[in-house]
């Protein structure tokens, strides 16, 4: 389920991901996490840059804590 920026609450914890492409495959690496703010404005921190400058933010669940996305790949 894809969620717009416009209906996240306060305090929601995000992911912070970057996808590349490589050999037909999609490698995803955890790059940081990101907080939404009172007045609607999200933080981001990141661990490392993408190499690419392209990152994407996803709701955290219980998958992602885990660990299980970061490295692996799956199909875009």
Do not use: C, H
């Amino acid at each position: 389920m894809t969620q717009k920026i416009s209906d996240l609450e306060k305090g929601t914890r995000l992911n912070v991901f970057s996808a590349r492409e490589r050999n037909g495959r999609t490698y995803w690496t955890k790059a940081g996490s990101a907080f939404v703010n009172k007045d609607g404005s999200i933080n981001v921190l990141l661990d490392v840059l993408p190499l690419d400058g392209k990152l994407q933010l996803r709701t955290a669940d219980a998958k992602d804590e885990a660990g299980d996305a970061s490295g692996t790949a799956e199909a875009a």
